[in-house]
């Protein structure tokens, strides 16, 4: 259960990396676009081939994997809708001002977007033994950008650079939790169960990227965020081969 732990904070500690190289430099919104996208296209390979076609594998036949994958996404499209209600609509807008007063909306909203990747890390441990490479890296470079630019707002909306470090200490903390949680809470489910909790954590991922991250990174990346899109699914799939070679 420990491993679960430290894995999962791993790969949700790009957020605090991000945001201790974002409350120290200023990045061009172009920049953060391109990144946003590399983020994007690694999430996108996990979720075909980490998450997917896992849970099809799994489960062939069951329906479980139709139901888990249009369950969570949408999960995350009504529970994205309510949190945009309460303030934190634009937590990944590389324009956004946050203000210090939205910190429980960011909170909640930055955990919708991360629990679904924490839980699968700690299912995969389950599952494996040990934890999917191709899942971790593609969490940490897509957490990355999303800290970067929270964090360009957060500075923006006046918050201090101790706040904003410890804001997302404890949100990795919280998502590193949410591994434990996935290692311990569906250690006894079916196989039909656990393509379920795999295709729901899916199809939420898919939907986030599809309704913040991907829209984000062309509006200021360009054109050009079709190209670190490609590039990041490209690198992920090669992490998914060298990882099965």
Not at 72 to 89: C, P, V, W, Y
Not at 197 to 212: K, P, R, V, Y
């Amino acid at each position: 259960m420990i491993h679960a732990f430290l894995w999962g904070l791993l790969a949700t500690s790009s957020l605090v990396l991000g945001g201790l190289i974002a409350s120290r430099f200023t990045f061009k919104r172009k920049m953060l676009g391109w990144i946003m996208a590399f983020g994007a296209g690694a999430l996108i390979s996990a979720v075909a081939y980490e998450l997917t076609y896992e849970a099809v594998s799994l489960s062939k036949g069951s329906g479980f994997p139709a139901f888990g994958f249009f369950s969570g996404a949408l999960t995350f499209f009504f529970s994205d809708m309510l949190i945009g209600k309460i303030g934190a609509r634009n937590r990944k807008s590389i324009d956004a001002i946050h203000q210090s007063n939205l910190v429980v909306p960011m909170v909640l909203a930055i955990i919708l977007d991360g629990i679904p990747e924490s839980i699968v890390i700690g299912l995969g441990i389950f599952e494996h033994g040990t934890v999917s490479l191709a899942m971790l890296v593609a969490v940490f470079i897509s957490n990355l950008p999303e800290a970067i630019a929270s964090t360009t707002g957060m500075k923006a909306g006046g918050w201090s650079k101790k706040k904003i470090i410890l804001f997302w200490f404890a949100i990795a903390l919280i998502c590193a939790l949410a591994s434990v949680a996935g290692y311990r809470f569906f250690s006894g489910a079916s196989d039909e169960w656990l393509s379920f909790i795999l295709a729901f954590a899916g199809g939420a991922i898919l939907m986030m990227l599809s309704n913040t991250m991907i829209p984000e990174a062309y509006e200021h990346g360009k054109k050009l965020a079709g190209v670190f899109t490609v590039l990041g699914f490209a690198v992920s799939v090669l992490v998914v081969i060298l990882e099965n070679a």
